[in-house]
T-cell receptor, first 117, second 112 residues
Framework: KAGVTQTPRYLIKTRGQQVTLSCSPI?????VSWYQQTPGQGLQFLFE???????NKGNFPGRFSGRQFSNSRSEMNVSTLELGDSALYLC????????????????FGEGSRLTVL | ELKVEQNPLFLSMQEGKNYTIYCNYS?????LYWYRQDPGKSLESLFV?????AVKQEGRLMASLDTKARLSTLHITAAVHDLSATYFC????????????FGKGTHLIIQP
């Protein structure tokens, strides 16, 4: 079956702009998480959505937001971009919570590489 | 705050050799994961370790978990060039309230 799909794959923005990234999870997966990957900070948790509700949020400023739609697709938005927001943004989905055998294993998309100039 | 430490962070080894990557974490964990990342690519799930003493093997890679020592190992047997990649361990704690906490990754280069 199709994996996690993220769009766009690459984008360049300037400081002060905003950006929206999109993620389509694996079919049947209702949990979507977002991570930021940078050379300096490594992989850091942004937030997790399940059934259109934000379950958890990492330690990021309010400029970082997200949402999930009824079809489990998710978007994340970064407003007032800063140079330090340049990163690979990874989306991951996992199997429906509450079902037997859910290991919590995350399946990652290819990522959206954001460059802020 | 959960901390996850991997070592070594960089490893260059020859084909045919064995080596172990270590992953220590600072608090009681619910679950531990190993991922592989090739340059410019996403993260590929390798192993999911859910209980103390868990051991999983896939090809030349074997992962184990000791929850009492808060330690996981990823052992590479008779390394081949195709295993060159960056390997991450990730820990879930607190029921996943903080997502996964990743180690900084081990950049592995296997030379012929």
């Amino acid at each position: 079956k199709a994996g996690v799909t993220q769009t766009p794959r690459y984008l360049i923005k300037t400081r002060g702009q905003q950006v929206t990234l999109s993620c389509s999870p694996i079919s049947g997966h209702r949990s979507v998480s977002w991570y930021q990957q940078t050379p300096g900070q490594g992989l850091q948790f942004l937030f997790e959505y399940f059934s259109e509700t934000q379950r958890n949020k990492g330690n990021f400023p309010g400029r970082f937001s997200g949402r999930q739609f009824s079809n489990s697709r998710s978007e994340m938005n970064v407003s007032t971009l800063e140079l330090g927001d340049s990163a690979l943004y990874l989306c991951a989905s996992s199997s429906t919570l509450g079902q037997g055998g859910n290991t919590g294993e995350l399946f990652f998309g290819e990522g959206s590489r954001l460059t802020v100039l | 705050e959960l901390k996850v430490e991997q070592n070594p962070l960089f490893l260059s080894m020859q084909e045919g050799k064995n080596y172990t990557i270590y992953c220590n974490y600072s608090t009681t964990s619910d679950r531990l994961y190993w991922y592989r990342q090739d340059p410019g690519k996403s993260l590929e799930s390798l192993f999911v370790l859910l209980s103390n003493g868990a051991v999983k093997q896939e090809g030349r890679l074997m992962a184990s978990l000791d929850t009492k020592a808060r330690l996981s190992t990823l052992h590479i047997t008779a390394a081949v060039h195709d295993l060159s990649a960056t390997y991450f361990c990730a820990v879930e704690a607190g029921g996943g309230a903080d997502g996964l906490t990743f180690g900084k990754g081990t950049h592995l280069i296997i030379q012929p």
